[in-house]
Every structure is written in C-alpha cells, then in structure tokens.
C-alpha cells in the first residue's frame, strides 16, 4: 500500500509542469480562436461604422428622399415603413405563435401537435423569398396592389416559427408542479395557462419575439414581393390629409397599412445598387442604421430579462 | 357507523366528542392503463385528524393520495374502481364537479411551488377563481389565510414581493396559505417537508398540529419518524408480488409504532427493511 | 392474498443490534451481581460473618453505578436509534428491569445491615427457611432473566406462580419467629431483624414477577398484571 500510495505522489509531483504547461497552452489556444470568432463580428461592426457613421445626418432621419440624382433627401420613409410593417408582423405571429405554442406543449401527442412540431420545423428552413411569394400570392394578387399589409403577413410566416419554437423551450422550462398546483386549487386548464404558465415563460417568450423582431426588421427578399418598395410613402401626408377630408381613424389607417411601403433594408439594397455616389453613400448610413436597431433590440431583450430576474430574486 | 380501525382497549384515542369519518376509500383499485396501481383500498380519514400514510418506495402512496383530489385524472391513462367518499357522496360520481373537490381538498406539493406572482397574489389566486374580486374581502382572506400558515409576522410588510424570493421553508408555507384561502375541509400533503431544512420541517410539522384543530390532513411521507410525530393515525402500504400497492396495516399511530400486528408493519418501521 | 415481505437485512440496523445485545449482556452480568449479593448475604447472616456482610454492603454501591450504567446507554441508544415497536419495548424494559434489579440489591444489602447490626449476639435458631427462600428467589430470578434473554414467554407467564412458594416459607418463618418471641420475649429484637430479613427476601420474589410482565410486554406488547392465585 506504501509503494501504491507513493506512486501516486510522485505521478502528482512528475506531472506537474507538463500540467502547467499543458494548461497554458490551451488557455492560450481557446483564446485565440474566440478571438478568431470574434474578428467578423467586429470587423463588420467596425466598417459599417466607418464607412456609414460618416453619411449619418438628421436629414437622415427626418426627410424624405429626393429625386434620383439630387443629392440630400433622407429615409424617412423607410424608417416608417420598416416600423409599420414590423408591428403588423408581430401583431399577427404573436397571437398565434403563442397559442399553438401552448397547444403543442399540452397535446405533444396528438396528430395536431405533431403536425404543429413537424411544420414549424420545416417553415424555418423555407426560403424568405417563397414566403415573400405566398404573400404575393395570399394578398398582393387578389387585392390588386402591394401593401404593407402584405409585407406584415409575410414577415409574420418568417417569425412563427422562431416564436413558437422559444415558447415550446420556454415553457418546457416551468415546472410541472406550477401547473398542478393551480389545478389542485380547482382552477381549469385554460386558466392555468393564462395565469400562471404564461407569467412563469413570459421572460422567454419575450425574448424569443424580440430576437424573432430583430430577424424580421432585417428580411428584404419577402417584402420584394409584397410591399413592392414607395419612395413616396409618408405616414405624417396619409395623416394629414386624412385629417383634411374628415376620415375616420379606421380609415386613415386603413390606408397606411394598404399602401406600398419601403423598408430599411430594401431601401438599402435600392440605393447600394444605384450609380450615384450620394445615394450609395447613403445606403451605409442605412446599413448603421440598421445595425444599431438590432443590437439595440437585442440589448435591450437582455436588460429586461435581467431585470425580470432580479424582481423575481426580490 | 363501522370503523375499519382495530382500536385496542387500553389505547389513548382522543375521544373528544363523536368520531366523524370525512373522507372514505372504498375497495379502491387505480389503473394505469392496463397496470393496476392500486388494489383494493379500504380506509376511514376521521375528520380534523392527522392520518399519515407510510410505506417503501413505489408502494403507490402518493397514487393514494393523489385519487383524493383526483389530480390523476390528469394522467390520460388513469381510471378507477371503487369508491371515494366525501361527507359520504362519491366524488367519483356522475354529477360531481371536479372544481368542486378539488376546491374542498386542497393539496400541498413536497417541492414548494410558488406561483411566479406577488405573495398577495399568490394567496388570492384561489379565491379570485371563485369570483371574488373586492379588495377588502381578499385582504381580509389573504391575511388570515398566511396567518393560519404562521407566516405573516415575515412576510406581512412585504406582500408585494415575488413569492418566489422566499426561502425554501417560507415558501411551502406560502403554498399552505393558497390551499387555506379557498377554505378547504381537507389539506393532502404529499411529502411537504421532505425538500426542506430541519428546522423548517419541524415548524412545518408544529403547523401541522395547529390546522388539524380545524382541517382534517392526509399525509404521505417516507419519514417514519415524522409520520410518528405528527399523525394520529397511520396507514402502512406495500406492493404485493404483481406490483400493485396494497394497505397493510391502518391503525392508531401509537399502536403502528409501539405494537404493530403485522410482521412486515414491524420490520419497516423498526428499519429492518424498506 | 398472500404477500410476501422483502427478505430482512437485519444487517441494516447492525448498530441497534450490536448495542441492544450490549445492554442484555450487561442486564445479564448486573442480574447476576445481584443473585451473588443476595445469596452471600443470607450466607453470611448464616454464618454469621461480619466481615462478609460489610463487603456486601460496598459491593452494593458497584450494583447501583451498573444500573446507571444500563440507563445511560439505554437513552443514548432510544436518542441516536429512533428504535420502534419491538426494539422500543426491549429497550423500555431493559430500563425497567435494571431499576427492579438494583432493588433488590438494596434487600441484600438490607440482610447485610442486619447482620452488622446483630453483631455478636447469636441468631435465635439455626437458619433453615430464609436459605431456602434466597435459594428459591435467586433461582428464580435466574430463570426469568434467562426468559427474558430469549423473549420465552411461556416460561415468563409460568415463573410468577412459584411465588406462592416463596411466600409459604415466609408464613412458616413468621410462624417460627412468633413461638420464638412467645417463648422468650427478650429475643423479639433479635426476631424482629430475622422477620425483616425474610420479608426482603419475599419481596425478591415479587419483583421477579415484575421481570416476567416486562418479558411478556417485550416480546407481545401485553402489558398485564399477573397476579398470583392466592387470596389476601
């Protein structure tokens, strides 16, 4: 048993620099190449900064663009475009994104919920500009124009499965004593879920609209075939004019949301293409823009759930 | 009314008043599916008593327990034969309203499990399913319900916060009160101290003792030397050879551990096996 | 329908077990402690030997730490053990008979005194009954410690009725004695220590029947007087 336990010692004492040095080589490696990973993201971030931050401007944000080969114009336009279309979007996956969610963790088994699984998995691996195309085909042909109602639509197919998918995982996540303990106090199934399952994967629900927001904000083939692109789209001249002639807010708001609409990043792909270098320059302006947007959704996501955490930590 | 308790002579029952029998099983079997759980289970709860159900591993207790409030109706398998009775009406029945039950037996789960809401939320969750919204009337619940509990000297100035951020003793408490706010007649406790610290067990325990005064308790737990300081009664469970669960033996708790009468009753509770 | 129990590992409680076995060995040496004292006194009231008795009466305080002993291990092994049922009982008894035990030690130590206090002056008659009766209380003490050993119920149950024995000696020693003192009232004080003597040892036989309650409440969990047949 000496002999045993001396062995042991002296491995322990043998090893111990080529432990040392062992440690330090890959501390070393692993660093390296998270460095490595990193270099994209950076590199991106950094040159959309230089070549874009130098083009951003107020009049950026507050006009509206002018005609082809005059200089100066801004993309306020797009920026209400994007943000119309993006609420639509999420007003129509979120609802339902949600529900089935909580259709298909209840009844895992049954042939809807594993058809629910199986489609979800599926519809995320669809190309955007198929999708882009059903909208076409739902919305833009029978009404007889593109509209932003059409892009939300199919912006909206985009996010559903991301949605559904997060609140699945979320919900998944809950204990399965809560649910019971709020059956055991006599509440029904629907009142269980609302009350209390939604409450406790709220965090994650959220989180998961939002990253699926950020993805949306940034899909330009879809609405190619949707809302066409409107250099002339003015939220603040529907309004007004709307005020002008006595119509309702129904109405006014109809209109917006069946008009044409640009986006940020059909904006962007339009000028980058264009052979003046005003708009091209301009066309970095918007890729920043953008940029900031998502990392600022995406910041902000984990802020609130951070947040979220400490209030529950009380 | 007959008693399926052997009571011997010289026993110290208390004898304070009538001896009332609220909660009956009557040659209960519990299926799953085609695996019968439970084989024919007779036993009389008397009311405002402590009746403790013991027994090894997978005996099927909290199956048992679980039939009382029919939380396995959850379970799309479940069916069952037999009877289970409430102030004598089969809560099994064809008219019966599951809300009903379950609002008259109320259930307390071994991991503590807090709704992700405010501690007054929490607790007036239960009467907000029964329609009633009106502030003074859920103040009024809520703090005799988390005072039942002895809980409200610690948590009285802070009902706003999650009650999530209790400690672990605290928080089965709070999930006491929830069960106290609908105003049960039966509490079921399956295992309720086994995730919890020492000292918290024995509070647990000591507030056990205080809700029997106006509740009658049903309680499965694997500790024996709980289930002989806290029951009044106690049942001994056991699979039999086709791994159903059966009652052994069901008797005052004194006798089940000073002088139990069957030998495989003896060999648990003294630890020769289990 | 017949269920089989698991089989029984009573290698799960070896430490209860190793300690309840201690405590019965040592209840077996301490009832054994006590037979010697009982019968080395009447032995030496016999005898009449003065330095026997003394070292009687110091043993006695030997019988009283063992006993204490006894109770010590036996409320350490109920606090760490949480022992139920059965072994509770054994326990609880163990506790009870050391305590009748070291009673009767004190009634050797009793027959002792009287033997120092008569000093020189000469026992009225040749000791013939009390023997007997510390014979037939020893022996029967013996035996109900070995019943309880072996939780023997039976012979538990029938050990109590040799009491009548005991207590026939002891009319006939109280018989004897009342003659004596008739006969020559000088001797009544003398009389009165032989009677005391003799009623010690008649409640040696009593507390044996005590033994065999605790033997029968051990081993079923009947807890019940047994009194003997005869009429008071």
């Known amino acids: 048993m000496t002999d045993y336990n001396e062995l042991l010692r002296n491995g322990v004492v043998k090893r111990r620099l080529l432990r040392k040095s062992t440690n330090v080589f890959m501390l070393g490696l692993t660093g390296a190449l998270t460095l490595l990973a990193l270099v994209p993201l950076f590199w991106i971030i950094g040159y959309v900064v230089y070549r874009g931050g130098s083009n951003i401007n107020i009049a950026l944000f507050t006009q509206m663009p002018r005609p082809m080969g005059v200089a100066g114009g801004g993309v306020l336009h797009a920026i209400e475009g994007s943000i119309i279309v993006t609420i639509l979007a999420t007003t129509f996956a979120v609802v339902p994104g949600v529900l089935a969610a909580f259709y298909a963790s209840r009844n895992p088994n049954t042939p809807l919920g594993v058809a629910l699984r199986f489609s979800t998995d599926v519809l995320s691996g669809v190309p955007s500009i198929i999708v882009g195309l059903f909208g076409y085909a739902l919305i833009v042909k029978p009404e007889k124009h593109y509209s932003a109602l059409a892009g939300g639509v199919a912006l909206a197919v985009i996010m559903l499965p991301t949605i559904i998918r997060t609140t699945e995982e979320m919900l998944k996540l809950v204990p399965s004593n809560l649910r019971e303990g709020s059956l055991a106090l006599g509440a029904p199934e629907w009142k269980t879920s609302v009350s209390v399952l939604l409450p406790a994967a709220l965090n994650g629900v959220i989180t998961g609209v939002l990253l699926s927001v950020a993805r949306a904000a940034g899909e330009t083939a879809p609405l190619l075939f949707t809302t066409l692109g409107n250099d002339r789209f003015d939220v603040g001249a529907i309004v007004s004019s709307g005020i002008t002639n006595h119509q309702s807010i129904f109405a006014i708001i109809g209109r917006i949301f069946n008009s044409p609409i640009d986006s940020l990043p059909l904006t962007l792909w339009k000028y980058a293409q264009q052979p003046y270098p005003e708009r091209v320059n301009q066309a970095w302006a918007v890729a920043f823009v953008l940029l900031v947007l998502v990392l600022a959704t995406n910041i902000i996501a984990r802020v609130w759930i951070e947040l979220r955490k400490r209030k529950l930590r009380g | ?274 | ?232």
């Open chain 3, 1 to 232: 329908m017949d269920i089989e129990p698991q089989e029984t590992h009573s290698s799960i409680r070896r430490t209860l077990e190793s300690e309840i076995q201690e405590l019965k060995d040592e209840l077996l040496y301490l009832g054994s402690m006590v037979e010697k004292q009982i019968l080395g006194s009447v032995d030496g009231l016999k005898k009449r030997d003065l330095e026997a008795a003394q070292k009687i009466i110091d043993t006695d305080k030997e019988i009283n730490s063992k006993r204490y002993d006894i109770e010590e291990k036996v409320m350490i092994a109920i606090a760490t053990q949480q022992p139920m049922a059965h072994d509770l009982r054994l326990l609880a008894s163990i506790l009870e008979i050391a305590g009748e035990l070291e009673r009767m030690g004190d009634y050797a130590k009793g027959i002792a005194t009287i033997n120092i206090r008569m000093k020189d002056e000469p026992l009225l008659k040749p000791l013939v009954d009390i023997p007997r009766m510390a014979q037939k209380g020893t022996d029967m003490l013996h035996r109900s410690l070995t019943a309880f050993l072996n939780e023997d119920v039976e012979a538990a149950r029938a050990i109590p009725q040799e009491d009548d024995d005991v207590d026939h000696l002891y009319d006939q020693v109280y018989r004897e004695l009342m003659v004596l003192i008739i006969q020559d009232p000088k001797g009544i004080q003398r009389a009165n220590w032989l009677l005391w003597a003799a009623h010690n040892l008649e409640r040696v036989a009593d507390r044996v029947t005590n033994i065999c309650e605790r033997t029968i409440f051990s081993a079923t969990g009947e807890m019940r007087e047994i009194s003997s047949e005869k009429k008071d």
């Open chain 2, 1 to 274: 009314m007959e008693m399926n308790i052997a009571i011997k002579e010289n026993d110290n029952l208390k004898m304070d008043g009538d001896i009332r029998i609220k909660v009956k099983a009557h040659h209960l079997s519990v299926y799953y599916g085609k695996f019968r759980a439970l084989t024919d289970i007779n036993m009389e709860i008397q009311e405002r008593k402590i009746t403790a159900i013991i027994g090894p591993s997978g005996c099927g207790k909290s199956t048992l327990l679980r039939s009382f409030n029919r939380m396995n109706d959850l379970t799309p398998s479940a069916r069952i034969e037999g009877e289970i009775e409430l102030d004598e009406e089969d809560i099994y029945g064809n008219n019966v309203d599951v809300v009903d039950v379950r609002r008259r037996i109320g259930m307390v789960f071994q991991r503590p499990n807090p709704f992700p809401k405010s501690i007054y939320d929490n607790v007036a969750y239960g009467p907000r399913l029964y329609g009633i919204h009106q502030r003074g009337v859920l103040d009024g619940i809520v703090e005799s319900s988390i005072k039942q509990a002895a809980l409200w000297d610690e948590v009285k100035d802070k009902l706003h916060q999650s009650g999530m951020s209790l400690s672990g003793g605290q928080q089965q408490r709070l999930c006491i009160a929830r069960a106290l706010a609908v105003q049960p007649e039966v509490i079921l406790m399956d295992e309720p101290a086994s995730a919890l610290d020492p000292i918290s067990t024995l509070r647990i325990e000591e507030l056990m003792h205080d809700l029997a005064k106006n509740y009658t308790i049903i309680i499965v737990t694997h500790n024996m030397q709980q289930a002989a300081r806290v029951s009044d009664f106690t049942a001994m469970m056991m699979i039999d050879e086709t791994r159903s669960g059966r009652m052994i033996e069901y008797n005052s708790t004194n006798i089940i551990f000073t002088r139990p009468e069957d030998k495989r009753t003896e060999d648990y509770v003294t630890g020769r096996f289990g």
